[in-house]
Every structure is written in C-alpha cells, then in structure tokens.
C-alpha cells in the first residue's frame, strides 16, 4: 500500500535557525513527489514538484531534494513567515491520477 | 475570480440530512478533484474529474457520497444522510494539465460540521 510519513509533527525554529523536514515514502512507481505548504484555514499551496533520485529544487529560503526513499525540505534562515504546515504528497505509477499527502509537518518560526 | 472558490465556507447540519458543496474552479481548468482533511491530517483524496466525466471515484468513502460536473466547469459534492464522521474540511482544487505536474490549485475549503 502506498505510504507517506513526514517527520517531525511539529518543530520549533528561532528565526535564522536552519533544519529540514522529511517526507518518506513507499509507492509503487514514483510519478512525482510533492510539496505543499498550508496555512491556518487555507487550502494547500503549491511549492515544488520532483521526479527523480538526485533532483533538488529552489524557491526563496527552501529547498527540496529526492532520494529512492525520502525526500527533504531543507529551510535556510527560516523568517516567522515562513510558519506553516508544509505537506508532502506522491503520485503512484498507477492510473490513478490522485495524490497521497502525509500528514505534515508543523512548523513555527520563532521571531 | 482569479482562484477556485468553495460555497459554503462553513456549514452546520444535523445528522441524517442532505448537504451540498459547491466549488468553482480556474476558468479554464480541465480537471478538478475533491479531497477531504480532518483534524490534525493531510488531505484524503475522494473523486476527480477530467472535464464533465469521473475518471477516477475510488475515494469516495460510500454510496452516500456524490459529486457532479454537468458542464465541466462548476462541480457538487453531494452527501446524503451526513452522519457524525462526516465532519471535516471538504478541498476542491483544479488543474489544467490533468495531474502530470502535480500542481493543484487549492480552495479555501467548504468545513462542515455535523451535529
């Protein structure tokens, strides 16, 4: 059954303070991995797609990466705006066309 | 407007009556999914559509789940006999390529609760 754990549930930060989060998962056939960020009362916001092992993309302070069995959101110098839940989904090589999400990780950006 | 829209945003029912969510999407957008988020969980993915057709319904969780596209833009879901488990964060999000990029538009949700 496909599968996706994020870790930790909730972390702590000081501003400035860099950590990552990570996103493992069990699927048969990857067809893509993702990373969304929500806000208290908001839908999930779309942030980075990656396809295969090696593959790291950039946007701001974050960046994602991809191995065969887990993939990490590394935040650099994370601001208090940069609190939120950031989730992670796959896409299995089925034919379905749905997402399987975590369960996110918490994340507060102390000032 | 520029984002998907998601009718009512909160809605209160007793247990055993009949709800209705409704979600706009992008103009534009071809496919459009249903997902349902509980307390303190990730999205659960319930139906999508490409165009006015379920392509896929394997989320829904039982036959008192529904959900339409008459004329693929605007899409109910449809939930008779609502019973307590019922009560979650109801998402909507569209997309113009299918799923290949994995970007979905989100909207702020319908929360329905029920009593």
């Known amino acids: 059954e496909d599968q996706v754990t994020q870790s930790p549930e909730a972390l702590r930060l000081q501003e400035g303070e860099s950590s990552s989060l990570n996103c493992s998962y069990t699927?048969?056939?990857?067809?893509?991995l993702f990373w969304y960020r929500q806000d208290p009362g908001k839908g999930p916001e779309f942030l980075f797609t990656?396809?295969?092992a090696g593959e790291e993309k950039e946007k701001e302070r974050l960046k994602a990466t991809l191995t065969k069995k887990e993939s990490f959101l590394h935040i650099t110098a994370p601001k208090p705006e940069d609190s939120a839940t950031y989730l992670c989904?796959?896409?299995?090589?089925?034919?379905?066309?749905?997402?399987?999400f975590g369960t996110g990780t918490l994340l507060a950006v102390q000032p | 407007g520029a984002g998907v829209s998601q009718t009512p945003s909160n809605k209160v029912t007793e247990k055993g009556k009949y709800v209705e969510l409704r979600c706009d999407p992008i103009?534009?957008?071809?496919?459009l999914y249903w997902y349902r988020q509980s307390l303190g969980q990730g999205p659960e993915f319930l139906i999508y559509?490409?165009?006015?057709?379920?392509?896929?319904d394997s989320g829904l969780p039982n036959d008192r789940f529904f959900a339409v596209r008459p004329e693929g833009s605007v899409s109910t879901l449809k939930i008779q006999r609502t019973e307590r488990g019922d009560s979650a964060v109801y998402l909507c999000?569209?997309?113009?390529?299918?799923?290949?990029?994995?970007?979905?538009?989100f909207g702020e949700g319908s929360r329905l609760t029920v009593l």
């Open positions: 559509f490409q165009g006015t057709g379920a392509a896929d």
């Open positions: 989904a796959v896409r299995d090589g089925g034919a379905t066309n749905k997402l399987i």
């Open positions: 103009s534009g957008h071809t496919a």
């Open positions: 699927v048969s056939g990857l067809r893509g």
């Open positions: 990656l396809y295969s």
């Open positions: 999000a569209s997309s113009s390529g299918g799923v290949n990029t994995g970007e979905l538009f």
